[in-house]
Each structure stands twice: as structure tokens, then as C-alpha cells.
């Protein structure tokens, strides 16, 4: 049977307070006081839709061999590239195969949504990864600001080990302009929130629910967790009823503590849904975006044997409140700034040299000597160790995933940061390995010689004139895993 094999989530460290926004923008419109209460995730300088999907599908694949995924789809409203294969860093990034489909989901708010149901109808061999990110801007002042947030998840679908058996799915499309983003245009433009309701959530969600789980010859009583994609405060409760399901039943939209996060939220409520499943359960999650798409899951005993990950819950106990809303608007660039010379350098990214070195630059691959097992990065033709020397013998390993420590930092003022101080250090990878790197993440404050780090691909330079993004591997301050 197929269906959901593993989950993963992702959510940006920082967290916008939404009151001041409110604050800064009250005297244009005093009517978004009624949008002030909770937070909104927001990215780092150096994050966007790609980086996040990175790491929501690391957080899905733990433990699992890379060679097991034999598809990517991804999904995003927001992606760097409009005709670069986006999928094809992520990969790299998560060192699947060559041997892979891979393919980008764009221009829909149930992308996400899409693309999980289609993997489920499939039926090739191999398991496909499902990955949503997304890193939506808005306008200055708008409500759309203080509504969304940024943030991935990822699920791996397939025949063995499943730990949710896909019952049923149904999926309607109408083209129904509720909200639209030119190709050219940096921000979307939303038509009034009753209409959209009205004609839109009302008419359409409770219908298709209906309708799913007509066909997984299911009753509403039977429904344990209904996730319904529109973070609304009371809709789902009132699309729920509607569909004769109990409203108690409804998953937290997560829109107090994460906001809208696009084509993401789907699938980032399924994995907060099944981070607290129990064997048994029925699960119904609805997508609304020019239609809506609908899937009923059944939770299975293999959910007990998943591995702990960090999920929805892990990520959301990571959080730290920011509260400078300049520095939202100038991450997102909407704020110009003086940067100085310094960030006037020349980013050209040689295509050819990024493309020999993928392996090293993108997939953090190192390597292990055969002859006396020291770790080095990058891989050379030569063994590092001093007592060893060997030729020929180093075997390719990831480095991503690897322990590592802090040895030495430095918080660096005058070097340009888009958020100063400047933070890098000399990294030190258990078994052998040292590299200076970029730190993210963290407060030069936080740093301490010793410190437990994590490896996450950032943004590492953005090539401005010629619109061309180049990633690399930053350390961050190391996370517990949640069950």
C-alpha cells in the first residue's frame, strides 16, 4: 500500500512580534490593531524557500538512506529561479542520486497539497519526496504582512514502513482569482476576505470533504484530526461543522505562532498533526487555491517505530522573538540600505567551478581515509593526518550531518553583514576535519569555544546583477531532537 512514510518541518529560528508591526504602522491604518496579537516566522538574511526545504527534508530522511528516494517534487510559490531546475540544489544539497525525478511545483497555494496526492497515486518504484517551502513578501502595512509566515515541510511517500495509508483523495479546480502574484510582481494582491470566504472556503472545502470521504467509505464521525489549510480564526471550526464533523476535532492552523506560510501550510499541519498521531487515527486535510484538494490518511502502528525528529514542535521550541521590524523589512528587501563599499564587491559565481565542485560545495561531501579512518574536508587525493599520508584512499562522506564543535570565533564588525556583528569561526568535525565557516543563527553573545554546532545550507552571496543565488554550508548552535 502506498502512503506517508516520514514527515519533516522546518521553521525559521526568528519569530516577528506582530504588535510591533501594528506599532509601526498605526498611523497609516489603525484597523491592523485587530491583526496585532500572536507572532509571525520570518527567515534569516540568509534563508529562503530553497535553504528551507533543505532542511524540512533532512528533518524527514533521518536515518534514511539517501539511494531510497527515487522522485523530488517541490512546491513553492516563491522559489529563487524561474528557469533553473530549483529541485535539482535540493538534491544535490541532500545528496539523493542522479538517478532521480525531480521536478518544481510552482504558481499554486495547494502546491503542496498537489503534489502529495499525485506522489500517493502514483505507484513507480522507489519512494517519492514531497518538499513545500515557501518565503512569501507583502506589502508595507498590509495585513497580507502580518498574516504570513515562512517555513517547509517535507514527507516521504512509499510502500514499506508506512506509518499513514493514504484512504482516499478528491480534488476540485475552479478558477476562482482570489489572490494573484504577477510574473514580474514581487507581492500578491488579495480580493475581499468575505468574497473569498463566501464563494470561495464555503462553497467549496465542505463539499470536497464530503466527497473524499465518500470515497474512503468513511462517515465525519469517524474523523480524529482535520486539518483545513486556511489560517482564519473560527473558519475551519465553521467549515468543519459544515462537513459534520465535530469542530473539536480541527488541528491548530498555527497561525498565533507561524502565520500562513503559502504552499507549505498543508503539509506543515499534516507533520504537526502526525507528530502527536496514535495508531489508528483518521486524518483529513484540506488545501484551498483556485480549488481545493482533499486526502484522508489512516495512522498506522508503524507511526510507534519512526525515529525522533524535530517536527513542528521541535522547531517551534527553538523560536526567538525579534522585534525589530526594520530589520524584517530589510531582510525581505523591502528597505533599502546603505551597505557600504564593502558588500560592493563583484559576485560573479563562475557556473563551470560550482558545477565540478556540487558535490563538496552543495552536498557537503568530505571523505574518510581507508587506511587510518581521519575525516577530512574537502576530499583530496592525499590523507591529511601527518602520521598517515596515504594516496588513493579516501572514501566520499557526508559532512552535513556529522558532530561538530566550535574551536575558535570571532564577532567581526567591520566585514559587511546584512546582520552585524559578522559571526564565523574555525569548525571542528568529530573524527578529523576542520573548516572555517560562516556561524548563523546565533547572537555573538551565544558563542563559546566548545559549543555543539549543526550544519545548514544558507545563502552564502546573492549576485545581484546578474539574479543568481549561490549556497554554501553555515553552522548553527545544535538542536535536540523531539519524539
Known amino acids: 500500500m502506498l502512503g506517508i512514510v516520514s514527515y519533516g518541518a522546518y521553521v525559521p529560528r ?15 491604518d489603525p484597523g491592523l490593531a485587530a491583526h496585532r496579537a500572536g507572532e509571525r516566522s520570518m527567515c534569516n538574511f540568509d534563508e529562503d524557500a530553497l535553504t528551507m526545504a533543505v532542511e524540512a527534508a533532512r528533518d524527514c530522511l533521518l536515518g534514511m538512506p539517501a539511494d531510497r528516494v527515487a522522485d523530488l517534487h517541490l512546491a513553492s510559490t516563491s522559489l529563487p529561479y524561474a528557469s533553473r531546475l530549483n529541485a535539482s540544489i535540493v538534491a544535490q544539497a541532500l545528496n539523493l542520486p542522479d ?5 518544481d511545483i510552482t504558481a499554486s497555494l495547494r502546491g503542496g497539497a498537489s503534489a502529495l496526492i499525485n506522489a500517493l497515486r502514483g505507484g513507480a518504484g522507489g519512494a517519492t519526496l514531497v518538499v513545500a517551502s ?22 516521504l511517500v512509499g510502500g514499506e514502513g508506512v506509518i499513514a495509508q493514504a484512504l482516499a483523495a478528491h480534488s476540485l479546480t475552479i478558477d476562482m482569482a482570489d489572490q494573484y502574484r504577477g510574473a514580474q510582481d514581487a507581492t500578491s494582491t488579495y480580493w475581499e476576505e468575505r468574497w473569498i470566504r463566501d464563494e470561495g472556503h464555503l462553497k467549496q472545502i465542505p ?3 464530503g466527497a473524499a470521504l465518500k470515497k474512503a467509505n468513511l462517515a465525519a464521525a469517524q474523523v480524529d484530526c482535520l486539518c483545513i489549510a486556511v489560517p482564519a480564526k473560527g473558519l475551519p471550526q465553521k ?14 492552523v498555527l497561525s498565533d505562532r507561524i502565520g500562513n506560510t503559502g504552499a507549505a501550510h498543508p503539509l ?9 498521531a496514535t495508531p489508528g487515527e483518521v486524518i483529513v486535510l484540506a488545501s484551498f487555491g483556485q480549488g481545493v484538494d482533499v486526502l484522508v490518511l ?3 502502528e508503524a507511526i510507534k517505530k519512526l525515529p525522533p525528529r524535530r517536527g513542528v514542535a521541535g522547531w517551534l521550541a527553538a523560536g526567538r522573538k525579534e522585534e525589530n521590524y526594520l530589520k524584517f523589512l530589510a531582510f525581505n528587501d523591502l528597505l533599502p540600505l546603505e551597505k557600504g563599499m564593502r558588500a560592493e564587491a563583484d559576485k560573479l559565481t563562475p557556473l563551470s567551478v560550482e558545477y565540478r565542485n556540487r558535490r563538496a560545495v552543495h552536498g557537503f561531501m568530505g571523505a574518510v581515509c581507508k587506511t587510518c579512518g581521519t575525516y577530512q574536508w574537502p576530499r583530496m587525493d592525499i590523507c591529511v593526518n601527518p602520521g598517515c599520508g596515504a594516496v588513493g584512499t579516501q572514501q566520499e562522506v557526508p559532512f552535513a550531518d556529522r558532530p561538530a564543535r566550535l574551536m575558535s570565533y570571532t564577532a567581526d564588525r567591520l566585514a559587511y553583514c546584512l546582520s552585524p556583528p559578522a559571526c564565523y569561526g574555525m569548525v571542528e568535525f568529530e573524527g578529523g576535519g576542520r573548516l572555517m565557516m560562516d556561524l548563523t543563527d546565533m547572537d555573538a553573545s551565544q558563542l563559546q569555544v566548545g559549543m555543539p554546532l549543526r550544519m545548514s545550507l544558507r545563502i552564502k552571496a546573492v549576485d545581484a546583477a546578474r539574479g543568481f543565488t549561490r549556497y554554501f554550508w553555515k553552522a548553527a548552535a545544535a538542536l535536540p531532537l523531539e519524539n
Not at 468543519?240 to 488541528?251: N, S
Open 134 to 155: 515557501d518565503r512569501r513578501k507583502a506589502k508595507v502595512a498590509g495585513t497580507q504582512e502580518l498574516a504570513n509566515g515562512d517555513a517547509a515541510a517535507a514527507m
Open 14 to 28: 526568528l519569530r516577528l512580534q506582530r504588535e510591533i508591526v501594528v506599532k509601526s504602522n498605526s498611523w497609516f
Open 99 to 103: 538517478e532521480l525525478g525531480a521536478m
Open 298 to 300: 489512516r495512522v498506522t
Open 239 to 252: 467549515l468543519a461543522k459544515m462537513a459534520g464533523i465535530d469542530p473539536a476535532r480541527v488541528q491548530d
Open 268 to 276: 506543515l499541519m499534516l507533520a504537526d498533526c502526525l507528530g502527536r
Open 207 to 209: 463539499g470536497a470533504i
